[in-house]
């Protein structure tokens, strides 16, 4: 079949470089593993569907004057970007958080792509790296072995590792609301999207302890050097840190009064709605490595659950990721093999919204390649052109570690304001975030073809 370009992975970085290549009327490949051989799947998956959502339903922020993965979500927005076109209309509520029914999301994502007519999705494994023609690699944190091989010997060194875990969801009717209440997350806003379960003190020490003493899944011996991405942390390895650490993490009960007692319980578990029904709950920042069955026994330890139905239990799964200040260019080609492109989470960006903007991205300079037109970066101020440089080269390579979008990527700004007073922590990011949206503004017509 015939093609421009190929693209590999039909998580968000793939779906959303396809969208970017194909909405131009260029001719794209899409292949997917999933759907093809009945079964075939990572371990994470749970279907077939494209851009499926594995370890949590949010986007994280939608705030695009104080916050880096807000403002990268405008950006995104201003580039057509159909991860976040499908985010806005598969929106749960979430506070300041987007967060979407992930059925909906990867149903929209997939229809609007195969709707355009220059765009074939194929279900199919592919795995060895194409030795001609325009490529690109989004098979994200969970490429297959094969394919994990011929990367790796493509690049001459080994791809790092690093893992992460998936919370639980709850059925909202097993949910006890006698003992739960609805709130903000951490009462900020006046919105009322979380549910709310309280723990006492003597209650906590007995979950903390039973963390600790709950049976985990084993590691092989392969495995047992690979680090955890902070973002994704279980919460029992938070356990093991400190007994108050998830008292100042997920489990945080600052702001959030117990209408029963008119005080802060001691600590509070906090579950986000997962699907536009309301009927899914996951339980927010519990990713988790403990086994089903001490899961289940656990978590129904925890006051308002202890009838909870889960519609998934956590899990654990192993990610993969270049050291790309190494390996790529500033276009995040292959240096040994400049026809393919790599990206998404494999580039070692971390998060889903900064997965599908480097796929944007390499989307946008594959589209300019074939085209005949010179790449023009985003400006390293906006939130599209740090992340990038930090993935091609700014990051130090001997310690490269994946990375959310952040402010300290970013060139700083300040001291001052324009009035003269010394900036403080607000002043800062609505100085970033300014000087993102008018540089950005002067690039946009650079790649808007």
């Excluded at 279907?47 to 939608?62: P, T």
């Excluded at 319980?265 to 339980?283: E, F, I, S, Y």
């Excluded at 946008?364 to 010179?374: F, N, Q, V, W, Y």
Aim: with cysteine.
């Amino acid at each position: 079949m015939a093609h421009d370009i190929h693209i590999i992975g039909g998580g968000l970085a793939g779906c959303e470089a396809a969208w970017q290549l194909a909405r131009r009327g260029i001719s794209v490949r899409l292949s997917e593993m999933r759907g093809g051989t009945p079964g075939e799947r990572s371990a994470a998956h749970q279907g077939d569907g494209l851009a499926e959502m594995v370890c949590s339903n949010s986007l994280r922020s939608d705030d695009d004057t104080a916050n880096a993965v807000g403002l990268l979500h405008h950006e995104m927005r201003e580039l057509d970007s159909l991860v976040m076109a499908a985010a806005d209309s598969a929106r749960v509520p979430a506070g300041s958080a987007l967060a979407v029914d992930r059925d909906v999301f990867s149903h929209l994502i997939e229809s609007r792509l195969t709707s355009l007519p220059s765009l074939t999705v194929v279900r199919e494994r592919i795995d060895t790296l194409p030795t001609a023609g325009l490529t690109i690699i989004a098979t994200g944190p969970l490429t297959a072995e094969a394919l994990t091989s011929s990367i790796g010997a493509a690049t001459g060194a080994d791809a790092l590792a690093f893992f992460d875990a998936i919370a639980p969801i709850v059925h909202h009717d097993s949910v006890d609301m006698d003992i739960c209440w609805m709130a903000s997350r951490w009462d900020k806003g006046e919105t009322r999207d979380y549910i709310n379960c309280p723990m006492d003190k003597a209650q906590y020490l007995a979950f903390h302890q039973g963390l600790l003493d709950g049976e985990k899944t084993a590691f092989r011996e392969w495995e047992s050097s690979t680090p955890y991405f902070d973002g994704c942390m279980p919460i029992e390895v938070m356990a093991e840190r400190g007994l108050d650490t998830l008292r100042f993490g997920p489990m945080k009960p600052v702001g959030l009064d117990d209408p029963r007692t008119g005080r802060w319980p001691h600590a509070v578990v906090q579950l986000r709605q997962d699907n536009k029904l309301g009927t899914l709950w996951n339980m927010v920042g519990f990713q988790t490595k403990l086994k089903h069955a001490d899961q289940v026994r656990l978590f129904r330890t925890i006051p308002g659950l202890a009838g909870a139905e889960f519609a998934r239990l956590g899990g654990l799964h192993r990610n993969t990721f270049l050291n790309s200040p190494t390996l790529l260019d500033r276009q995040l080609r292959l240096k040994s093999a400049p026809h393919i492109r790599f990206a998404g989470q494999i580039t070692g960006c971390e998060g889903y919204v900064e997965s599908a903007a480097v796929g944007l991205m390499a989307g946008l300079m594959a589209a300019g390649e074939l085209g005949g037109r010179a790449w023009q970066a985003p400006p390293r101020t906006t939130a599209l052109g740090a992340l990038l440089a930090h993935i091609t080269g700014d990051a130090e390579a001997e310690t490269y570690q994946p990375m959310n979008v952040n402010f300290g990527l970013f060139p700083p700004v300040g001291p001052f304001t324009e009035s003269g007073r010394k900036m403080k922590k607000p002043d800062r990011k609505l100085a970033y975030t300014t000087r993102a949206k008018a540089d950005l503004g002067a690039w946009l017509p650079l790649v808007a073809v």
